[in-house]
């Protein structure tokens, strides 16, 4: 019976929640199933290998922050993230995040709104004054016209101006 106790006041010391079970049977020369059984038997955890509020060593109210100004694509770059698990991650976790597909969607919408307030004769203009905003790729779906189209009056307007 002492020898019980014993044993499970070193466990209690070696498992701290500070290792994983993986380093403490390493660190220990025992299988790793020999550490679990002892936290079952004792009541006890050991760290976990992948903390949920950090993804690849970053914390997640830092990736909150930026998910609210970035897309998500931005932020899988600036912290060299891969962007499938990024995304498994977030959605995980549902953290909400912005796609720049969304963002196309988004405002084709709004330009929609615009070309249908908009008479025949003043497309042109319409178009002249949605260049600094809008993509080519957005107008010209938009309004129904070739991208090299908008292109061209983009780049007359640059050289006009």
Same mark, same amino acid.
């Given at each position: ?42 009541? /006890? #955890?050991?760290?976990?290998?992948? @903390?949920?509020?950090?993804?690849? %060593? =970053?914390?997640?109210?830092? &990736?909150?922050?930026? /998910? #609210?100004?970035?897309?998500?694509? @931005?932020?899988?770059?600036?912290? %060299? =993230?891969?962007?499938?698990? &990024?995304?498994?991650? /977030? ?71």
């Amino acid at each position: 019976m002492s020898r019980q106790k014993r044993y499970e006041k070193d466990w209690r010391q070696i498992v701290d929640g500070t290792k994983t079970a993986t380093q403490i049977a390493e660190e220990y020369g025992i299988q790793r199933n020999t550490v679990y059984v002892a936290c079952k038997r004792y009541g /006890l #955890k050991p760290a976990r290998s992948i @903390d949920l509020n950090f993804c690849k %060593g =970053i914390h997640a109210d830092i &990736l909150k922050e930026e /998910l #609210k100004v970035m897309f998500v694509t @931005d932020v899988a770059r600036k912290h %060299g =993230i891969e962007l499938s698990f &990024l995304i498994k991650w /977030l959605s995980v976790r549902r953290i909400p995040y912005r796609t720049k597909r969304q963002q196309n969607v988004e405002s084709e919408a709004k330009l929609m709104e615009i070309k249908a307030k908009t008479p025949p004769e003043n497309v042109m203009d319409t178009i002249k004054s949605l260049l600094p905003e809008y993509s080519n790729v957005s107008i010209a779906r938009v309004f129904g016209y070739s991208r090299e189209w908008i292109r061209r009056i983009r780049q007359a307007e640059e050289n006009n101006q």
